[in-house]
């Protein structure tokens, strides 16, 4: 896996991607610019946290080899290409958020047409498939 997992003090074993890896990995593995890619230290919990790209806010939530959410305001291309190269797989999905209109992108390494199937039962906006099952 192309992030810069490290270990993590507790549980034993596990690993951890921290907000400064994060940020080192989208711009020397995902080509984004420097000074265009943010993380919020402040923001960062085990498996999520926020940052910016050139001013747009978003989100990511994941699980290293299992699945990634990228959310923001406005849907970011380029974020999503760097974040594909980082994590070495694809989107499946993308879809607004009906209570906050945000943008989602979902990555889904196990089964993407499962959860295809649960985003259109969870009837989400805008529901677009990126990869063909």
Same mark, same amino acid.
């Given at each position: #896996?192309?992030? +810069?997992?490290?270990?993590? =003090? +507790? $549980? /034993?074993?596990?690993?951890?991607?921290?907000?400064? @890896?994060? /940020?080192?990995?989208? %711009?020397?593995? *995902?080509?984004?610019?420097? &000074?265009? %890619? #943010?993380? @919020? $230290?402040?923001?960062?919990? $085990? &498996?999520? =946290?926020?940052? +910016?790209?050139? *001013? @747009?806010?978003?989100?990511i939530t994941w699980a290293p080899e299992q699945f990634l959410l990228v959310t923001s305001k406005e849907y970011d291309q380029e974020l999503v290409d760097a974040f594909a190269k980082v994590v070495e797989y694809e989107p499946f999905a993308r879809y607004k958020e009906p209570a906050t209109g945000l943008i989602t992108t979902e990555w889904d390494k196990v089964d993407p047409q499962k959860r295809y199937q649960e985003l259109e039962t969870e009837g989400k906006l805008e529901l677009t498939r990126l990869l063909e099952p």
């Open positions: #896996m192309a992030e +810069t997992l490290q270990d993590a =003090c +507790t $549980p /034993r074993g596990a690993k951890k991607w921290h907000w400064y @890896n994060i /940020r080192r990995d989208l %711009v020397q593995q *995902g080509g984004l610019e420097d &000074n265009e %890619v #943010m993380i @919020n $230290p402040g923001s960062v919990r $085990p &498996n999520r =946290c926020a940052g +910016t790209h050139k *001013g @747009n806010q978003f989100y």
